[in-house]
Antibody, heavy 117, light 106 residues
Framework: EVQLVESGGGLVQPGGSLRLSCAAS????????MNWVRQAPGKGLEWVSY????????YYADSVKGRFTISRDNAKNSLYLQMNSLRAEDTAVYYC??????????WGQGTLVTVSS | SYELTQPPSVSVSPGQTARITCSGD??????AYWYQQKSGQAPVLVIY???KRPSGIPERFSGSSSGTMATLTISGAQVEDEADYYC?????????FGGGTKLTVL
């Protein structure tokens, strides 16, 4: 069974940093591309970042470019999102999602990031 | 930037057919995907590559695409289908979700 479990969310002050993790199991992690997708309270889904299976290709949404860094450790079956210079508008539930043939097919349950003073 | 446009809400009675549209300039060349999200839960894929249904998704869910518009159809909508639905597609500028459509079945 495919499982994705996010962790690392919490309350952080504006301008602060946070590192999210996503532990993957039930599939060959190193063979799949991965994404981070977020959802602000009461709002829609927003794609945040993509990383290829090897980590060699990375994309970001314009809203996070230069502040967030996606990475992965295939030996640990883990995906990460380093978030710096956080703003109030980054407050959201952050989901990691496996990608299959250009679309997210499995999603974790998400971790809440709250940016507030 | 690339945009996908959905109606904010659709309402039907149980047993009726619900249609949710998604418009985007790249849809003639790119597949559309549809996700269902119930309150407090992670999204679930219900349609991929315009019209394919993942295993475990009821047959009442179907998809189509023509020109710049993709459509999710729920034939004989059930109360349990009440949820937010998002279309998704990609283009050279990145991945994009539609704004979401709240389906009310009552």
């Amino acid at each position: 069974e495919v499982q994705l479990v996010e962790s690392g969310g919490g309350l952080v002050q504006p301008g602060g940093s946070l590192r999210l993790s996503c532990a993957a199991s039930g599939f060959t992690f190193s063979s799949y591309e991965m994404n981070w997708v977020r959802q602000a309270p009461g709002k829609g889904l927003e794609w945040v970042s993509y990383i290829s299976s090897s980590g060699s290709t990375i994309y970001y949404a314009d809203s996070v470019k230069g502040r967030f860094t996606i990475s992965r450790d295939n030996a640990k079956n883990s995906l990460y999102l380093q978030m710096n210079s956080l703003r109030a508008e980054d407050t959201a539930v952050y989901y990691c999602a496996r990608e299959d043939s250009n679309y997210p097919d499995y999603w974790g349950q998400g971790t809440l990031v709250t940016v507030s003073s | 930037s690339y945009e996908l446009t959905q109606p904010p809400s659709v309402s039907v009675s149980p047993g009726q057919t619900a249609r949710i549209t998604c418009s985007g300039d790249a849809l003639p060349k790119k597949y559309a995907y549809w996700y269902q999200q119930k309150s407090g839960q992670a999204p679930v894929l219900v349609i991929y590559e315009d019209s394919k249904r993942p295993s475990g998704i009821p047959e009442r869910f179907s998809g189509s695409s023509s020109g710049t518009m993709a459509t999710l159809t729920i034939s004989g909508a059930q109360v349990e289908d009440e949820a937010d639905y998002y279309c998704y597609s990609t283009d050279s500028s990145g991945n994009q979700f539609g704004g979401g459509t709240k389906l009310t079945v009552l």
